[in-house]
């Protein structure tokens, strides 16, 4: 089963814009990553952002945590058509403890057009 | 090694056959999972191991599936008798933490195709 669930579906940019991405999920949660997947790539890992954090930043990419509402956002400045990939959040649930694992949405396509 | 090694790339398997895909994690990563992603979805965990241990394999979908890591570094997922519905990409990752705690390295991941 998937907890995430990320928003829009796809998202289609001009380079040079900025793009938002927003992820819901459903328990609680130890911390919610971000990751990248290029076509026929494996995920790589964006940031990372814990409960008890509200809004983290690296380079480009600004995530924000509402663990009242149980969202995230994933805002990626001045886009470029590299950043045209699938981005997922996934939730490491609380309930999980030491046998940790990820929950991942069904993900966000994002076109960057040059 | 620098990053997650997964072998092969691509498998072709006729329905019924058997596969085994490997995962080499990064050196001196103790825990390892392996995730199954159906075209345009997200993954879908499988299975965890703490070192040798498999401590979670709730997310295998059925006794043909079985993962081991031996010696607490390579990991190899075994399917049996495969079949069309198994057809997906196997993707494993592996972490220096015992809990998720700072993200997961992922392989290029295994597509398998079972024809």
């Known amino acids: 089963s998937q907890q995430g669930e990320e928003d829009p579906q796809a998202l289609s940019i001009q380079e040079g814009e900025n793009a938002t991405m927003n992820c819901s999920y459903k328990?609680?949660?130890?911390?919610l990553q971000w990751y990248r997947q290029n076509s026929g790539r494996g995920l790589v890992h964006l940031i990372l952002?814990?409960?008890?954090?509200r809004e983290k930043h690296s380079g480009r990419l600004r995530v924000t945590l509402d663990t009242s509402k149980k969202s995230s956002s994933l805002l990626i400045t001045a886009s470029r058509a590299a950043d045209t990939a699938s981005y997922f959040c996934?939730?490491?649930?609380?309930?999980?403890?030491?046998?940790?694992?990820?929950?991942f949405g069904k993900g966000i396509t994002l076109s960057v057009r040059p | 090694g620098a990053g997650v090694s997964q072998s092969p790339r691509y498998k072709v398997a006729k329905r019924g056959q058997d596969v085994a895909l490997r995962c080499d994690p990064i050196?001196?990563?103790?825990?390892l999972f392996w995730y199954q992603q159906a075209l345009g979805q997200g993954p879908e965990f499988l299975t965890y191991?703490?070192?040798?241990?498999?401590?979670?394999k709730s997310g295998l979908p059925s006794d043909r599936f079985f993962a081991e890591r031996p010696e607490g570094s390579v990991s190899t997922l075994k399917i049996q008798r495969t079949q069309q519905e198994d057809s997906a990409v196997y993707l494993c990752?592996?972490?220096?933490?015992?809990?998720?705690?700072?993200?997961?390295?992922f392989g290029s991941g295994t597509r398998l195709t079972v024809v």
């Open positions: 990752a592996s972490s220096l933490a015992l809990t998720g705690s700072f993200g997961y390295t």
């Open positions: 328990t609680s949660i130890n911390n």
């Open positions: 952002i814990r409960s008890n954090e």
């Open positions: 996934a939730t490491d649930d609380r309930a999980s403890g030491a046998n940790s694992k990820l929950t």
């Open positions: 050196s001196g990563h103790v825990s």
């Open positions: 191991f703490q070192n040798e241990a498999q401590l979670d």
